[in-house]
């Protein structure tokens, strides 16, 4: 699969994901970060947090596969944030994840995508952005 035409300005179809705490102890076992504010309520009530929280990196994956639902197999070049709200994942619900974005820029072959990503009401990675190869 090619990737599509960007154009600038573009919106780019919003993509949901449900997260659950299932998905939280897989990512553990894959990335091996073991952190128990992301599986035992008591701790990261504990610390300060609202509950159990999704891992950051995990959160990021999540825009990185809606970049690709996005692009096709265009190339990746640059994908970044800073993490600034956690995503809260109840113990009998999903929490969901919310990707949008618009094309920022075409320029020079590169397609820079401007995009917000929310949990509920609360934008949870600060200036996330990507650059693929158009």
């Not at 640059?78 to 920022?104: H, I």
Request: proline share 5%; charged share 20%.
């Amino acid at each position: 699969m090619s990737a599509p035409i960007l154009t600038e300005g573009a919106a780019l179809e919003p993509v949901e994901y449900d997260v659950t705490r299932a998905d939280l102890v897989a990512y553990a076992a894959a990335s091996g970060d073991h952190n128990p504010i992301h599986q035992d309520e008591a701790i990261a009530l504990a610390v300060g947090l609202p509950g159990v929280i999704a891992h950051g990196m995990y959160t990021m994956a999540l825009v990185g596969r809606a970049v690709a639902t996005w692009t096709g197999d265009a190339e990746v070049v640059e994908l970044g944030c800073k993490f600034t709200a956690p995503v809260v994942v109840p113990a009998d619900a999903a929490a969901r994840v919310r990707v949008a974005g618009t094309v920022k820029s075409v320029a020079d072959g590169l397609a820079t995508l401007a995009l917000e990503v929310t949990s509920g009401d609360a934008k949870v990675l600060g200036a996330p952005k990507a650059v693929v190869r158009a």
